[in-house]
DNA sequence: TAAGATGGACAATGTCGTTGTCCATATAGT
DNA sequence: ACTATATGGACAACGACATTGTCCATCTTA
């Protein structure tokens, strides 16, 4: 089919491919509990999201939700809970070593995966589909409330 | 960030423009209880997936969520179930006018997008994304076990 | 200081997936 | 032909995970 049906499976296709090639590998290194949603809710909550009502503006859920999400992560020792000093209300979202490790190990198979469709399909082409990509797409990465969008 | 954390997300993203874009139309076209599955439903029972079993595997999921997922699609009025009187066992799934209507519909929509994204990219841009795409992706489309994969 | 906004937790609920079970019917092996 | 197995569909119980509503403590603002 050359019609407009493709494009879009293909992108969530690419998008599936990489996603569970990096789990693949997360779970080979240690990290087998880490499910899809858990990168991107570390990511959230190192680039500033560090409480439950922050994260959940971020994901586009209840701040309920995220608390729940936020105390699985704890369970799984991803991350902790520390009580804010300047606003007792608060407890902060903080990753612990073994989060940090994860998402360490995640950015490390992301630009090896990078590099391997880099060598298969030339460095100049994957750089102009990224920037088409780019183009294409809103600038702000992480508006995506991904959790129940689908449904 | 030129690292490899971009790709997948871009790739995301894309998906979602596309798919949000879609739907925000088919509303305007009368399919606003149409959800972002529903239409790979639809696709696959077009396809030949017209039992709940057969469209469990192909969804890669229970024959018994494919069956509830079926009973809201008829609910809607997307496909009806009509007895196979050469199993007696099967309730064939066919689709309705109406699931027919959406279906052209969204393909009607899907084609108007990559003109769009034709334009604003270049035809031999977004060909060479697309070509890029399928040479890094599983040749079979249709093997999105979606639901559930993400959480 | 009083009024409103915010952070977090608890409870009830809804949706949607799962597994287990059951029955009717097809299909295959002897 | 007959029996054993596989298959299609439905019902029930359960679990994961989101939602809304409510409540309270605390911060912020008028």
Known sequence: MSNGFELPLRLLM??????????????AQGHSDMRPMHGFVLQAIARGADSAAALGRTLGVSKQAAGKTIETLEGLGYVTRVPDPADSRRKTVVLTDFGVDALRRSAEVFDELRSRWARELGAERLDDLEESLRQMTPGDLFRLDVPGWFG
Chains 1, 2 share one sequence.
Do not use: G, P, W, Y
Not at 19 to 26: F, M, N, P, S, V
């Open 14 to 27: 690419a998008f599936r491919v990489l996603i569970d090639a990096l789990h693949e590998e997360l779970a």
